[in-house]
């Protein structure tokens, strides 16, 4: 199976949707021309032109808003952020908009949007630009939100996202664009709200989104070698829709949960997995539940209290050796 | 203090449109081309248009002051030449999107008092099913997207609207209308950029009545004479209208149209309109104009009496005529209430439809699973 990069992923998720519906268009700040800020468009404008690859003014709450009325119209347009920090421009559209029309019109309008770009802190280039929204979009009903964190699931995701007549914001990462996994040539999506086991374990179960997903990934191995226990990491990849059965069957089998996010903690995703765990596995449970989350601060601009600000290997087996304690 | 620091707003006359300016006559665009072209019985249907939305908005305040209708409820009465005129102008390729003063358009576009009745009182066979309310109707199918809450938002959508309509190659437009109190609102300058960058066949149609909410034109918007006028800064076509006059808003936005269609240009157009209402019903309209200025437009530039009268006149209609023709618009109005009562609410299981189309359309063609309504 060839190996590719994330960027490249999400790249051949967009060519190959491109291809297979007239309607899609890939719209933002950039993706033509410059060939996009962190290049995940390179080489689309040069393959299928100025009417399907269209760059935009910096101007989110128009473009956003203009590809939300297009939806409605059939138009499947793939709007790219160049962060979704500039999502707050366009709040309105985003969330009035897209997330309330099939409801407030009674089902007769749905809104087959997608938006997309990173979502992520770790860059350095401090607090405006280092937002993750997920937890504050996926709390609206009408939305959709999906966090891939590898190349494939990238792809798929993006893919699945394309062909749902719903609006799916999918937040990715830039530091993750050039990570490298394998990728089926051939068409195929990841479904929406279809949690992964992205290692078997049977002393811990961690639950995460994103990169955080990469980071626990590295603290298991860490916990394995060093500490001897078995850990179970649950890649959520979709917010909402949630795959709770995966994250309960998983909490069932190991009796502990330690829930990883790069979100600030207050009203993170993580609180509502919490949630859900006491609710129902509450009897399953051999100790509270733990939880990493960013620290609790605006992003802030230098790089080492950055590092040390979001979720690390070291804090999650600090974390973990607590929950099993 | 210096004068400059100061919030007190400047007032900047407005520049009218020349027939606003004299005492109302015959309309002088009685014979434009699109206005020469309608037979006795097209003016005849315009005219009942009117007077439907009239008798409609009417008998909302009834239903309202029983009790009967939540939340916001802002009326149309006064400004139905807006709608009209400009609506009865589309084809099948047309569309139509607008704020939340979106009853007159509604009923313009063919929906039913019915459907917009029951909608008010949040019936489940209003338009919606009792979801939107007063300030969203919706009516795809003949073209209608809504009936939006947020001053200003739906500008950027009807955008994408007339994008689409140019993507697929179609002669069409898009009319997105807005308040006057719409125009400060940045999405609205957003749209206006893309609109004029990208040669979209977009017509934004500020209805300017006066006033956004309780604040007058003088005291909200710096402009050149008027609001339309921004548009040259986006280097778009613009014009005023006398929103009093059918006839001259048709005129004047059947060259928008041209120019939609035939170049793929967007307008601004600002028609001057009033409204004899307050904002909402939530409005007791007491402080911020005069009884006597309401009066002075009722008395002398009512949209529907002057077409009546010009009709009158050309001996399109008959005073029996006239009479029949209300006297049905409010046996209408009268029925759509009594059927906003006798219509069923929603059920509870009925709060969590509509929220996505994966959900409501669950089979083998739907790829996300999971949980997506949350307890």
């Not at chain 2, 019903?281 to 104009?289: E, F, G, I, L, S």
Request: charged share 25%; aromatic share 8%; hydrophobic share 40%.
């Amino acid at each position: 199976m060839p190996v590719i990069s994330y960027r490249e992923a999400l790249r051949a998720a967009m060519r190959e949707e491109l291809k297979r519906d007239e309607n899609v268009v890939i719209m933002g700040e950039e993706v033509a021309q410059f060939n996009g800020a962190y290049k995940v468009t390179e080489g689309l404008l040069k393959e299928f032109g100025p009417k399907r690859i269209v760059d935009t003014p910096i101007s989110e709450a128009g473009f956003i808003g203009l590809g939300i009325g297009a939806s409605m119209l059939g138009i499947r347009p793939v709007m790219e952020l160049m962060f979704w920090s500039f999502s707050y421009v366009a709040f309105d559209q985003i969330v009035n908009n897209a997330g309330n029309i099939r409801y407030m019109s009674g089902g007769l309008i749905h809104c087959p949007i997608v938006i997309r770009g990173p979502a992520n802190g770790g860059t350095n280039v401090g607090a405006t630009h280092s937002h993750t929204p997920e937890a504050i979009l996926a709390s609206h009903p009408g939305i959709k939100v999906v966090c891939p964190a590898t190349p494939y699931d990238a792809k798929g995701l993006l893919k699945a996202a394309i062909r749902d007549n719903d609006p799916v914001y999918v937040m990715e990462n830039t530091i993750l664009y050039n990570d490298k996994g394998e990728v089926p040539d051939e068409d195929y999506i990841v479904p929406i709200g279809v949690a992964d086991i992205k290692r078997e374990g049977s002393d811990l179960t961690i639950v995460a989104h994103g990169r955080a997903v990469i980071t626990s990934l590295k603290a298991a191995e860490i916990l394995e070698k060093e500490h001897g226990v078995s850990v179970e990491v649950v890649d959520l990849r979709s917010i909402r829709p949630l795959d709770e059965e995966t994250i309960l069957a998983s909490v069932r089998k190991t009796h502990r949960a330690l829930l990883v996010e790069e979100n600030k903690p207050f009203c993170g995703v993580d609180a509502q997995v919490a949630y859900l765990i006491q609710a129902r596995a509450f009897d399953d449970l051999d100790a509270p539940i733990g939880r990493v989350s960013s620290i609790d601060a605006p992003q802030i601009y230098c790089k080492r209290m950055e590092d040390l600000q979001l979720p690390h290997p070291a804090r999650v087996v600090e974390a973990a050796l607590k929950v099993l304690a | 203090m210096d004068g400059k620091l100061t919030t007190v707003a400047k007032s900047t006359a407005f520049t009218h449109p020349e027939s606003l300016k004299r005492p109302a006559g015959p309309s002088e665009f009685a014979q434009h081309p699109v206005n020469a072209a309608l037979t006795s019985a097209e003016k005849i249907a315009l005219y009942t248009k009117m007077v439907r939305i009239r008798h409609f908005e009417q008998r909302c305040i009834r239903t309202y002051q029983q009790g009967k209708i939540g939340g916001f409820l802002h009326l149309y009465v006064g400004q139905e030449a807006v709608a009209a005129g400009t609506i009865s102008l589309l084809g099948k390729n047309d569309h139509v999107i607008t704020g939340y003063r979106d009853h007159g358009h509604g009923l313009m576009v063919g929906m039913s008092m019915n459907e917009c009745m029951a909608e008010l009182t949040g019936k489940i066979t209003g338009c919606s099913q009792g979801k939107g309310g007063s300030m969203h109707y919706f009516a795809p199918d003949k073209n209608y997207w809504g009936g939006h809450g947020i001053v200003g938002g739906q500008a950027p959508l009807g955008t994408g609207l007339a994008y689409a309509v140019k993507y697929r190659g179609l002669k069409g437009s898009c009319l997105a209308y807005m308040g006057d109190g719409a125009v400060n609102q940045g999405a609205v300058h957003e749209a206006y950029n893309l609109a004029a960058l990208w040669d979209l066949p977009v017509i934004f149609v500020i209805e300017n009545n006066g006033y956004s909410m309780g604040t007058s034109q003088e005291r909200s918007s710096a402009h050149p004479g008027c609001l339309a006028k921004r548009a040259e800064g986006y280097g778009m076509d613009w014009d005023i209208i006398n929103g009093h006059d059918v006839y001259e808003v048709r005129a004047k936005t059947s060259e928008a149209l041209k120019r939609a269609h035939e170049k793929s240009k967007p307008t601004v157009l600002e028609i001057f309109t009033y409204r004899y209402f307050g904002h909402s019903m939530a409005d007791p309209d007491k402080t911020y104009r005069d009884k006597e200025e309401i009066k002075t437009y009722r008395e002398t530039k009512d949209p529907v009496f002057l077409f009546e009268k010009e009709l009158l006149l050309a001996k399109v209609l008959t005073k029996e005529l006239v009479e029949s023709i209300n006297q049905s618009a409010m046996e209408e109005a009268d029925a759509a209430a009594v059927f906003a009562d006798e219509s069923p609410d929603p059920t509870v299981a009925d709060i969590t439809k509509h929220i996505y189309w994966e959900e409501d359309n669950r089979g083998p063609q739907t790829t996300s699973r999971g949980t997506i309504i949350f307890e």
